[in-house]
């Protein structure tokens, strides 16, 4: 059974940078896709950013330049790195895994904010 935590989101002023952890179990983490998706209130979840097993980065445009993704596959752990915030950015951050199925973590909070 795959399990996805994510931890390091908060409260953040605009220009501010936060990073983002993802724990997996359960699975052969090295040899899967992974990423962030994202929330808003009232909005649809979005792709933020994908990393392939082979560390080949895939990124929305709307955070191309501020966000990097990467992964660390001796520790099961997908990060995401995300620097000069912007409130647009203020969202529940899910992490995800692709395994013949897409699998969730339950997300965290990212809000950025004066």
């Known amino acids: 059974q795959v399990q996805l935590v994510e931890s390091g989101g908060g409260l953040v002023q605009p220009g501010g940078s936060l990073r983002l952890s993802c724990a997996a179990s359960?699975?052969?983490?090295?040899?899967?896709?992974m990423g962030w998706f994202r929330q808003a209130p009232g909005k649809e979840r979005e792709m933020v950013a994908t990393i392939t097993s082979g560390a080949m980065t895939n990124y929305a445009d709307s955070v191309k330049g501020r966000f990097t993704i990467s992964r660390d596959n001796a520790k099961n752990t997908v990060l995401l790195q995300m620097d000069s915030l912007k409130p647009e950015d203020t969202a529940v951050y899910y992490c995800?895994?692709?395994?013949?199925?897409?699998?969730w973590g339950l997300g965290t909070q990212v809000t950025v904010s004066s």
């Open positions: 359960g699975s052969r983490f090295s040899a899967h896709t």
């Open positions: 995800w895994l692709f395994n013949m199925r897409h699998y």
